[in-house]
């Protein structure tokens, strides 16, 4: 039984090494993360958005937010749904706020 198990942990192994180089190759290398909260002042359930280009909701959560911004990343809040408002707010630098916003998108720029 000893005999059988080394060669299968090694192959475990591997095929760790190998899902990890491949998460680590679709990562965004330059995500910006928009922190998103449910509660007043930055309370309560969160949302991460740092995915790749794109619209996202944050309509559920609009009880502050925390911008960290990763050089070639900016972001754009929408007071609409599906980033459809023509004057939305730019996040292009680190930036908090802790108080009640009526944000209900976020578009992720690359």
């Known amino acids: 039984m000893a005999a059988t198990s080394k060669p ?11 899902l990890v180089a491949a998460a680590l190759l679709l990562a965004p290398a330059d995500a910006s993360t928009l ?14 958005v740092n995915y790749v280009c794109g ?8 009880g502050g937010y ?5 050089e070639g990343q900016k972001a754009y809040l929408h007071t609409s749904y599906n980033c459809g408002d023509a004057q939305p707010y730019a996040l292009y630098k680190e930036y908090r706020y802790c108080y009640h916003t009526g944000f209900k998108s976020v578009l992720m720029v690359c």
């Open 8 to 18: 299968l942990a090694t192959a475990a192994a591997a095929v760790l090494v190998v």
């Open 35 to 48: 922190t998103v909260f449910t509660g007043p002042g930055c309370s309560g359930k969160t949302k991460d």
């Open 55 to 62: 619209c996202y909701d944050i309509s559920y959560y609009q």
């Open 66 to 70: 925390h911008f960290v911004f990763t």
